[in-house]
Antibody, heavy 117, light 112 residues
Framework: EVQLVESGGGLVQPGGSLRLSCAAS????????MHWVRQAPGKGLVWVSH????????TYADFVKGRFTISRDNAKNTLYLQMDSLRDEDTAVYYC??????????WGQGTLVTVSS | DVVMTQSPLSLPVTLGQPASISCRSS???????????LNWFQQRPGQSPRRLIY???NRDSGVPDRFSGSGSGTDFTLKISRVEADDVGVYYC?????????FGQGTKLEIK
């Protein structure tokens, strides 16, 4: 089955760190650009970051630049989002996605990150 | 950043009637390869988002043909020909032509 499964969410204090993972299965992970998108409680969707197929190109939304790092391990079919210096406003469900602007989109079920003291 | 502006933000519709959502971008969404990367997503209550339309007018697999997308340049529309109860939720447009990708504010569709 073609799917993406996020994990690693949880409760963290402001200023803390968390690493999200997105495990891919059922397709050749190394061929695809991958994305992270988030949604704060009761709010809209916000694109966070992207990485190209071999990991050599990454792009970030301004509000996470310098704090979040996207990476991937194609041997493990896994996408990551390292989140440092977390703020209250980073509280959200984080989704990983494949082919967000092309045919064959895959979207995970999301993992909740709560930043609170 | 490209600003995506949707209207209306709230859309009450009678079952069986058509519905239309507008999305306008602050810049042209035509990419250098000639494609226009404008997507439409649906998010039903309590569910993850689901893409309905990509590149303006291409329906994703499994999406009913009641849903259609149109437009060009900076002006785009999602149309539902006959609204069903299952269509209740929030609809988002999203541009993937310019970095960073950006979403519209969302349009909440409800049944009258």
């Amino acid at each position: 089955e073609v799917q993406l499964v996020e994990s690693g969410g949880g409760l963290v204090q402001p200023g803390g760190s968390l690493r999200l993972s997105c495990a891919a299965s059922g397709f050749t992970f190394s061929r695809y650009w991958m994305h992270w998108v988030r949604q704060a409680p009761g709010k809209g969707l916000v694109w966070v970051s992207h990485i190209n197929s071999d990991g050599s190109i990454t792009t970030y939304a301004d509000f996470v630049k310098g704090r979040f790092t996207i990476s991937r391990d194609n041997a493990k079919n896994t996408l990551y989002l390292q989140m440092d210096s977390l703020r209250d406003e980073d509280t959200a469900v984080y989704y990983c996605a494949r082919s967000i602007s092309a045919d064959g989109i895959i979207w995970g079920q999301g993992t909740l990150v709560t930043v609170s003291s | 950043d490209v600003v995506m502006t949707q209207s209306p933000l709230s859309l009450p519709v009678t079952l069986g009637q058509p519905a239309s959502i507008s999305c306008r971008s602050s810049q042209s969404l035509v990419y250098s390869d000639g494609n226009t990367y404008l997507n439409w997503f649906q998010q039903r209550p309590g569910q993850s988002p689901r893409r309905l339309i990509y590149k303006v007018s291409n329906r994703d697999s499994g999406v009913p043909d009641r849903f259609s997308g149109s437009g060009s340049g900076t002006d785009f529309t999602l149309k539902i020909s006959r609204v069903e109860a299952d269509d209740v939720g929030v609809y988002y447009c999203m541009q993937a032509t310019h970095w960073p990708y950006t979403f519209g504010q969302g349009t909440k569709l409800e049944i009258k």
